[in-house]
């Protein structure tokens, strides 16, 4: 079991659908992240979160919008989305107090936007 | 510039044989981490193993050892008697000093393992 989990699994929209990808932890993890994954490209680290908090956005557009009610719970809404925006969205979550500061990983949402 | 870079977009190795995954890196800062992670076809990625930029003796864990190299800012995976299950696409990855904890992730290399 991953411990971090991310509905759904698989997502197809077209571009002028509102949706939401879902990310949880019962970890006890006090930061969490999305991360997009295009094909042949490098993770991209989009938003990042502590204690609730947005302390990272890394330049993306206004058509993803991140949401965090809590310290378990991660949303990534989506509207107006583009064919390029089509990837593997990740959800990581980070524990405290770890000497090694993994981040942990859910399976991901594959989305595809036609 | 790339902070991280993986060299070697694909690799084979025979099964029960050793592997070494090149990644190399670049960072101005004295206190960072390095990451190994395994993507499988599923999709997860798969936390492998971690070096800390003060650690004095390179990382094992079970079959995967890191091989740091501080002053050649290199940080190679090695897997040791690979299995048929080790066919995935491994991921370097950086932590700076920085509040965030973000990771910044190498392009991959994808292995193959045969029989």
């Known amino acids: 079991e991953t411990g971090v989990t991310q509905t759904p699994r698989h997502l197809v929209m077209g571009m002028t659908n509102k949706k939401s990808l879902k990310c949880e932890q019962h970890?006890?993890?006090?930061?969490m992240y999305w991360y997009k994954q295009s094909a042949k490209k490098p993770l991209e680290l989009m938003f990042v979160?502590?204690?609730?908090?947005?302390?990272e956005n890394n330049s993306v557009p206004s058509r993803f919008s991140p949401e965090c009610p809590n310290s378990s719970h991660l949303f990534l809404h989506l509207h107006t989305l583009q064919p390029e925006d089509s990837a593997l969205y990740l959800c990581?979550?980070?524990?405290?107090?770890?000497?090694?500061?993994?981040?942990?990983f859910g399976p991901g949402t594959r989305l595809t936007v036609l | 510039a790339q902070k991280i870079t993986q060299t070697q977009p694909g690799m084979f190795v025979q099964e029960k044989e050793a592997v070494t995954l090149d990644c190399t890196y670049d960072?101005?800062?004295?206190?960072?981490?390095l990451f190994w992670y395994k993507q499988p076809s599923s999709g997860e990625m798969i936390f492998l193993i971690y070096?800390?930029?003060?650690?004095?003796q390179n990382a094992t864990e079970g079959r995967y050892s890191l091989n740091f190299q501080k002053a050649r800012k290199s940080a190679n995976l090695v897997i040791s008697a690979s299995q048929l299950g080790d066919s995935a696409m491994y991921f370097c990855?950086?932590?700076?000093?920085?509040?965030?904890?973000?990771?910044?992730f190498g392009s991959g290399t994808r292995l193959l393992v045969r029989p």
């Open positions: 990581a979550s980070r524990p405290r107090g770890s000497g090694g500061n993994e981040q942990f």
């Open positions: 970890l006890g993890h006090n930061a």
């Open positions: 979160y502590n204690f609730k908090e947005q302390t």
């Open positions: 960072t101005s800062d004295q206190s960072y981490g």
């Open positions: 070096q800390g930029s003060y650690d004095e």
């Open positions: 990855a950086m932590r700076e000093e920085d509040s965030s904890y973000k990771l910044i």
